[in-house]
């Protein structure tokens, strides 16, 4: 999976995004907003509605971050080296260098 923009590291992992993170994103917001919030509540201003549908939409992406993190840290602690963590259009992928060889596999320390 291509990372088209990069993020940084998260426990010396690299992680990026996938260009089309962004159009689900704008999608999501925007579902969100124009036509889930305004039905729960029709009386609140439009700026408020993309403000909560945006907060929203970055704490979904996070927790799939974090769901990926997470993948990846027991990976590490598998002995299982991880090139990088990639979010794209269908949720997120931890690239890894190898596959586990079992539920206990553990590296010798």
């Not at 689900?24 to 039905?39: M, Q, S, Y």
């Not at 996070?62 to 090139?83: D, F, N, P, T, Y």
Request: charged residues 15%; contains cysteine; glycine residues 10%.
């Amino acid at each position: 999976m291509e990372q088209n923009i990069r993020l940084g590291r998260i426990a010396g992992i690299p992680v990026g995004i996938n260009w089309s993170v962004l159009v689900i994103f704008w999608l999501i917001a925007w579902e969100l907003a124009d036509l889930v919030l305004p039905g729960y509540d029709p009386h609140e201003s439009t700026t408020i509605y993309w403000v909560v549908g945006i907060f929203a939409t970055v704490l979904f992406f996070a927790s799939l971050l974090l769901h990926e993190v997470s993948h990846a840290v027991v990976a590490k602690q598998s002995g299982v080296g991880v090139r990088r963590i990639t979010l794209w259009l269908f949720g997120g992928v931890s690239e890894l260098e190898s596959e586990v060889l079992g539920p206990n596999t553990r590296c010798a320390d």
